[in-house]
């Protein structure tokens, strides 16, 4: 059994829609519902559906509409305890609470797929309108949660029409101002997100006397004072590559991490080389390498942020902040990430970026399994 909340309200038992009754009594069992599995005392039911000020009736209609929930809710009980009633089903049955759940996990797409529309629509009083509004501001957070995915897994040209529409709607939700600046900057549109800011900002000034909050003014900071540095660290291509089109045709098709393994000698960095030269111009931002050998990948994190144009003393003294800034760097950036003679996983982890956008290609003697099960790398095993 499935119940609904979060557009009209209803009951479905293996997709078959269940008679609940009325809207009152619908708003009885909405009650229950949203306090699943807690005890709601029969005073605050009473409130929560007739309001304030019930009719001397009313008590005595609420027993009568649990008595026909129990019978149309066959198989879930409600069960009269301490003054009140419990409602004991799973909630995980119940779209609200799924919801929520979803987005505690950090899982915002797939909770919103369940708003089918206005929560609680049809049902009226001030408990069901203070729910609504609690929720719609929910449901906004999980939406721009959702939009903060799709800008980190690149899809910053997708979402320039779409978020330009929705700012027009809210022009004064800084939180959206700054996810339309990340998508211009990501789509190539740099002037664009400068003119936003701008405009953003003399619009907080008139009508509400405010700057830009923290947030804004530090992405506006990053695009007037950053370099704008891509740079260009391959080493040259091997003059003398030959073969190996099978191998250059799994690069080509690999995601956006793929490992080259092999012993030593197979060729594994000549054949990175080979196929980094050949698609440089597909990573416009740059390219960055670096021979692991026995490095600490947080020196490695730290030459990659001198690399993107961070003075020494604008990097943060925590590895954890370091790796933070690196990601942050590359997350409105399309570069190729060379990792040559891997020791293991854990010194590579560090060096992912945060997006698909960015390539990464990784030679080890090892088969780097952490990497292919953990985070999806492509192997070309030579």
């Known amino acids: 059994?499935?119940?609904?909340?979060?557009?009209?309200?209803?009951?479905?038992?293996?997709?078959?829609?269940?008679?609940?009754?009325?809207?009152?009594?619908?708003?009885?069992?909405?009650?229950?519902?949203?306090?699943?599995?807690?005890?709601?005392?029969?005073?605050?039911?009473?409130?929560?559906?007739?309001?304030?000020?019930?009719?001397?009736?009313?008590?005595?209609?609420?027993?009568?509409?649990?008595?026909?929930?129990?019978?149309?809710?066959?198989?879930?009980?409600?069960?009269?305890?301490?003054?009140?009633?419990?409602?004991?089903?799973?909630?995980?049955?119940?779209?609200?609470?799924?919801?929520?759940?979803?987005?505690?996990?950090?899982?915002?797409?797939?909770?919103?797929?369940?708003?089918?529309?206005?929560?609680?629509?049809?049902?009226?009083?001030?408990?069901?309108?203070?729910?609504?509004?609690?929720?719609?501001?929910?449901?906004?957070?999980?939406?721009?949660?959702?939009?903060?995915?799709?800008?980190?897994?690149?899809?910053?040209?997708?979402?320039?029409?779409?978020?330009?529409?929705?700012?027009?709607?809210?022009?004064?939700?800084?939180?959206?101002?700054?996810?339309?600046?990340?998508?211009?900057?990501?789509?190539?549109?740099?002037?664009?997100?400068?003119?936003?800011?701008?405009?953003?900002?003399?619009?907080?000034?008139?009508?509400?006397?405010l700057d830009p909050g923290p947030a804004l003014r530090d992405l506006h900071a990053s695009l007037v004072q950053r370099p704008q540095w891509s740079p260009r660290q391959l080493p040259p291509a091997p003059t003398d590559f030959a073969g190996m089109a099978a191998e250059l045709a799994a690069l080509d098709l690999a995601g956006p991490i793929v490992t080259i393994t092999g012993p030593a000698g197979s060729g594994k960095t000549r054949l990175a080389l080979h196929w980094a030269h050949e698609h440089a111009a597909d990573y416009p931002d740059g390219q960055l390498f670096v021979a692991l050998d026995d490095s600490d990948p947080a020196d490695v994190v730290r030459g990659f942020i001198t690399a993107l144009g961070t003075s020494p003393d604008g990097i943060p003294p925590e590895p954890h902040a370091q790796t933070a800034l690196y990601r942050t760097l590359l997350a409105d950036r399309r570069m190729l990430i060379v990792l040559d003679n891997a020791a293991d996983t854990a010194q590579v982890v560090p060096l992912l970026p945060g997006t698909p956008r960015c390539r990464v290609v990784v030679t080890s003697r090892e088969r780097l399994p952490g990497l292919v099960t953990a985070h999806g790398a492509r192997p070309v095993v030579l």
């Open 1 to 209: 059994m499935k119940f609904h909340l979060l557009g009209t309200p209803e009951v479905r038992r293996d997709g078959e829609l269940v008679d609940v009754g009325h809207a009152r009594q619908l708003s009885v069992l909405a009650v229950l519902l949203v306090d699943v599995h807690q005890v709601v005392g029969v005073d605050k039911l009473l409130s929560r559906v007739w309001g304030d000020a019930p009719p001397r009736q009313a008590k005595a209609a609420l027993y009568s509409y649990v008595s026909r929930l129990r019978t149309a809710l066959d198989g879930i009980p409600i069960v009269r305890r301490s003054g009140g009633y419990v409602l004991e089903a799973d909630p995980a049955s119940i779209d609200l609470h799924h919801f929520r759940s979803l987005v505690a996990l950090g899982r915002p797409d797939e909770a919103m797929a369940l708003v089918r529309g206005e929560p609680f629509e049809g049902l009226h009083g001030a408990w069901f309108d203070g729910l609504r509004e609690t929720l719609a501001g929910e449901i906004t957070a999980a939406e721009l949660d959702h939009i903060d995915a799709r800008l980190a897994a690149g899809e910053h040209l997708s979402l320039v029409a779409e978020l330009t529409a929705r700012t027009s709607e809210r022009p004064l939700d800084e939180r959206l101002a700054g996810q339309l600046m990340r998508a211009l900057i990501g789509a190539g549109q740099r002037a664009d997100a400068l003119a936003y800011y701008s405009g953003l900002r003399d619009r907080l000034a008139d009508e509400l006397g």
